[in-house]
T-cell receptor, first 114, second 112 residues
Framework: DAGVIQSPRHEVTEMGQEVTLRCKPISGHDYLFWYRQTMMRGLELLIYFNNNVPIDDSGMPEDRFSAKMPNASFSTLKIQPSEPRDSAVYFC????????????FGEGSRLTVL | KQEVTQIPAALSVPEGENLVLNCSFTDSAIYNLQWFRQDPGKGLTSLLLIQSSQREQTSGRLNASLDKSSGRSTLYIAASQPGDSATYLCAVSNQAGTALIFGKGTTLSVSS
């Protein structure tokens, strides 16, 4: 398997623009997680899905952030409008089952909002 | 609310040394604990997973221990090598099926 695939790897945009990050989980994994990593705050959970259904979105900073998982092989994280404080590395991770625990991460999408 | 702390934030050692990385968590009612490695500009790679009923796990030169009652875990690296240089993160889950909560990591530098 190719692992968790994220795109784009790097995104530079201007404040106010819409940003869409994409994730393809490992085939057969039924859990998908979106995390954000910054130097100041470390890795923070934004939202996670089980069988394409959002389970916990309490980490989503505000209404500017939204996430969808239309099918088992694709998820998006959208920021509209983007702000400089959204600059971070956004990671997608997937896992098979609720008990096995091992989490597989993508390489991340580095977002810079000017 | 569960919080995970890792001390020290950074550590430098000469090649060949044995070392211990520390992780503490505020709520001892965890489901499992994992240690990850992150290389610069990369995603995280799982190293060891310890279930709440276990005391330790070993993989090669790595040994992770868990003391739930005291809210602590340690990652022991034997005979460190320059290739071990990376950031090591500890994470816990409070229930089956939930997300991991991460510490901020310890950045390890091993000099040759």
């Amino acid at each position: 398997d190719a692992g968790v695939i994220q795109s784009p790897r790097h995104e530079v945009t201007e404040m106010g623009q819409e940003v869409t990050l994409r994730c393809k989980p490992i085939s057969g994994h039924d859990y998908l997680f979106w995390y954000r990593q910054t130097m100041m705050r470390g890795l923070e959970l934004l939202i996670y899905f089980n069988n394409n259904v959002p389970i916990d979105d309490s980490g989503m900073p505000e209404d500017r952030f939204s996430a969808k998982m239309p099918n088992a092989s694709f998820s998006t994280l959208k920021i509209q409008p983007s702000e400089p404080r959204d600059s971070a590395v956004y990671f997608c991770a997937s896992r098979r089952g609720r008990d096995t625990g091992e989490l597989f991460f993508g390489e991340g999408s580095r977002l810079t909002v000017l | 609310k569960q919080e995970v702390t890792q001390i020290p934030a950074a550590l430098s050692v000469p090649e060949g040394e044995n070392l211990v990385l520390n992780c503490s968590f505020t709520d001892s009612a965890i489901y499992n604990l994992q240690w990850f490695r992150q290389d610069p500009g990369k995603g995280l790679t799982s190293l060891l997973l310890i279930q709440s009923s276990q005391r330790e796990q070993t993989s090669g030169r790595l040994n992770a221990s868990l003391d739930k009652s005291s809210g602590r875990s340690t990652l022991y690296i034997a005979a460190s090598q320059p290739g071990d240089s990376a950031t090591y993160l500890c994470a816990v889950s409070n229930q089956a099926g939930t997300a991991l909560i991460f510490g901020k990591g310890t950045t390890l530098s091993v000099s040759s």
